[in-house]
């Protein structure tokens, strides 16, 4: 009987690490994300393969890995593995680092410009093909953006993309993050604002190439509407940046004859869409600007700006900020806003 049972045992243990090493279950569907560290041990990377549910048994996948002479060959990297992967699918993918996530990070103030060339290196696909997503139709009618791409809707974070992810599936999930951080009071202020999603996303894209001190947003998206509802000229230098074949780091009085829509200094009111990708902040300082009387502002050395309602006293500011600088010996942008 004792014989019995020691084989039925020995059956059932042989059966379970079978189905472990096997691996089995839903295949679509797909494992938490898993950190292997530069350096990191095949016991260490074991311990989170076994924290994440990916094996089941430590002890038995490092034996397995050692039967297979590769527990010294793994990859760093983050990892997502389908549910249920046999452990031989987990140490290849471990070994040749198939299944490593694609991190892309896209920064604030990022346009398509930026962002094609980073977003294709990450996924290992060409430009074009990126380009080609970000000017889909499809995408741009169910965002209602009347532009000829999606410039301003890619939000900016950092993403984790699975290996082998197309461009437009990875173009899809960061307009994805875009509609999950645009908050349904932001409609509310679209409406009482008597403006347009598209106006709103274009003005906070402004706000983010503007602002160097999160405290100005709110004034600096005051100015501009104050511009706006006077039928004032913007006078954006981001705009005219937006708008130059190259991008160049500081606007000079030539570069304000270039002949576009996004050149403010010729056209009144917004541009025809956002010149970069705004952050959260920026799209609620949008719509919610100050309230304050000020039409113009100019950079101070520190990066913050000075704000005035008149011309005349724009004028003294730059003149004042103009001499600090001198006094300091510290260069000054020149304002080309009148």
Request: zero cysteines; proline letters at 6%; a positive charge.
């Amino acid at each position: 009987m004792k014989r019995i049972l020691l084989i039925t045992a020995l059956v059932v243990a042989a059966w379970f690490a079978y189905r472990e090493i096997e691996g089995g279950g839903d295949a679509s569907a797909a494992s938490d994300r898993v950190v292997i560290p530069k350096g990191a041990s095949m016991r260490a990377a074991a311990e989170s393969l076994s924290v994440h549910d990916v094996i089941g048994s430590q002890r038995l996948f490092r034996w397995y890995t050692a039967a297979a002479g590769r527990e010294r060959t793994i990859k760093p990297g983050t990892y997502q593995f389908p549910s249920g992967a046999g452990y031989g699918y987990v140490l290849d993918a471990l070994v040749t680092g198939r299944g490593i996530m694609r991190t892309v990070v896209i920064p604030e103030g990022f346009d398509l410009r930026d962002i094609v060339p980073v977003l294709a290196k990450a996924l290992s696909v060409p430009e074009d093909s990126v380009r080609v997503a970000v000017t889909d139709t499809t995408w741009r009618r169910t965002l209602n953006v009347p532009a000829p791409s999606l410039e301003g809707y890619l939000f900016p974070a950092t993403y984790a993309f699975a290996d082998g992810i197309t461009a437009r599936d990875a173009v899809k999930a960061m307009i994805e993050r875009f509609e999950s951080v645009w908050k349904p009071v932001w409609d509310e202020r679209v409406k009482a604002m008597a403006i347009s999603r598209h106006d709103a996303i274009t003005m906070a894209s402004i706000i983010e190439k503007e602002a160097r001190k999160p405290e100005e947003r709110a004034l600096i998206s005051a100015v501009y509407w104050n511009r706006v509802k006077k039928g004032m000229l913007l006078q954006a230098d981001p705009t005219v940046q937006y708008a130059l074949p190259q991008h160049v780091d500081r606007v000079f009085f030539k570069d304000l004859d270039v002949e576009s829509k996004y050149n403010t200094y010729k056209y009144v009111g917004l541009p025809p869409g956002p010149i970069a990708s705004p952050g959260e902040a920026s799209i609620a300082a949008a719509l919610a600007p100050a309230d304050v009387p000020y039409l113009f502002f100019v950079a101070r050395a520190d990066g913050g700006h000075e704000f005035r309602t008149t011309f005349a006293e724009h004028q003294q500011a730059i003149v004042e900020i103009k001499g600090a600088a001198r006094k300091a010996r510290v260069p000054v942008r020149e304002s080309r806003r009148p």
